[in-house]
């Protein structure tokens, strides 16, 4: 246990805001599961599927980079792929939660 630490492990005084903030900006986690958006309004909906979009987007550039500097890489790059693929299922999903199919 560090010094400043209760026995739970959180902080026995409060910590600012704009260090929490620093915190998750730097780790690019946060601590929310996928299971904390069921039921989450359009706001935070459009904010998870900017995230995934964009974490799609960056393992794209990855397996780019790895296909022409390291061919040789091909389960890296075929692991890479499989995530890239989850991840286009998962903005999927979250497309058709935040507009439901209406059966007219």
């Avoid at 990855?62 to 286009?88: D, F, G, M, Q, V």
Wanted: proline content about 5%; overall charge negative; glycine content about 2%.
């Amino acid at each position: 246990m560090s010094d400043g630490e209760e026995e739970n492990g959180r902080p026995d005084r409060p910590v600012p805001a704009a260090s929490l903030n620093a915190d998750l900006l730097a780790r690019k986690r946060f601590a929310a599961n996928d299971k904390d958006f069921d039921g989450a309004n359009d706001e935070a909906m459009s904010i998870r599927l900017a995230m995934v979009e964009q974490e799609h987007r960056d393992l794209d550039a990855a397996i780019t980079a790895l296909e022409l500097n390291s061919p040789y890489e091909r389960l890296t790059i075929a692991r890479l792929k499989k995530k890239k693929l989850a991840l286009k299922d998962m903005i999927q999903e979250i497309k058709d939660t935040m507009l439901p199919d209406i059966i007219a």
